[in-house]
């Protein structure tokens, strides 16, 4: 079983940007893929970025297409998510999830899809 811990989120304006990192345990990290998802308030909670466990294959949610890009680091066990250009409505709890046994091809979007995940960090974005 491995760890998952988000840290990089905060208060930022409009229009800023911050980046997200989620350093995970254990050594098999690199088998993992890897996603970020978010939960609003009142809302559910929705994905929003995967990686393969090469990191050849990236996939994003529309809403933040062309805005945010995820990558990954195996050496360092981390899977970060860079957000430029937020928007109020990005204002959620962010979350990094993994799972070992996807295929590098697969776009997992559903958290049920994924059986590890870390505890959160706020992002706000103010107007």
């Known amino acids: 079983q491995v760890q998952l811990v988000e840290s990089g989120g905060g208060l930022v304006q409009a229009g800023g940007s911050l980046r997200l990192s989620c350093a995970v345990s254990?050594?098999?990290?690199?088998?993992?893929?890897m996603s970020w998802f978010r939960q609003a308030p009142g809302k559910e909670r929705e994905f929003v970025a995967g990686?393969?466990?090469?990191?050849?294959?990236?996939y994003y949610a529309d809403s933040v297409k062309g805005r945010f890009t995820i990558s990954r680091d195996n050496a360092k066990n981390t899977v970060y998510l860079q957000m430029n250009s937020l928007k109020p409505e990005d204002t959620a709890v962010y979350y990094c999830?993994?799972?070992?046994?996807?295929?590098?091809?697969?776009?997992?979007?559903?958290?049920?899809?994924?059986?590890?995940w870390g505890q959160g960090t706020q992002v706000t974005v103010s107007s």
């Open positions: 999830a993994g799972n070992p046994n996807l295929n590098d091809g697969d776009h997992a979007t559903d958290s049920a899809d994924f059986d590890s």
């Open positions: 990686i393969s466990w090469s990191g050849f294959s990236t």
């Open positions: 254990g050594r098999t990290f690199s088998s993992y893929t």
